[in-house]
């Protein structure tokens, strides 16, 4: 079992940033992180993913350029800075983790666990 805690979510304008974290209560057995996201009415969409053993990050086609994913293996935490936001970035960010090899970091369907969710909301 991997519990995970996201945190840093807020209300912000457009153009500010937030950072949010994710801490992981053991990494040994997590593959990847992912940051997944979920408006209201939506489906929950991917936004970012990296392996632990990796620095390779991979990102939404709507965040590149934006949002960054970086981890910190000492701390077992993943973070995802998000600048540039957008009112359409509004939305519950969750993280994410898997326990295997997976090819595919962008289905939510390839992670076992996930957060409560942090909510972001973003300001005209």
């Known amino acids: 079992q991997v519990h995970l805690v996201e945190s840093g979510g807020g209300l912000v304008q ?32 991917f936004v970012a ?10 990102y939404a086609d709507s965040v ?12 077992n935490t993943v973070y ?3 600048n540039s936001l957008k009112p359409e970035d509004t939305a519950v960010y969750y993280c994410a983790t898997n326990t295997y090899y997976t090819a595919y970091l962008n289905n939510r369907n390839s992670y076992s666990y996930w957060g409560q969710g942090t909510q972001g909301t973003v300001s005209e």
Do not use: H, V
Request: hydrophobic share 35%; charged share 25%; with cysteine.
């Open 14 to 45: 457009a153009g500010d940033s937030l950072r949010l974290s994710c801490a992981a209560s053991r990494t040994f057995s997590s593959y990847a992180m992912g940051w997944f996201r979920q408006a209201p009415g939506k489906e929950r969409e």
């Open 49 to 58: 993913a990296i392996r632990w053993g990796s620095s390779t990050p991979y």
């Open 64 to 75: 590149k350029g934006r949002f960054t994913i970086s981890r910190d293996n000492a701390k």
């Open 80 to 82: 995802l800075q998000m």
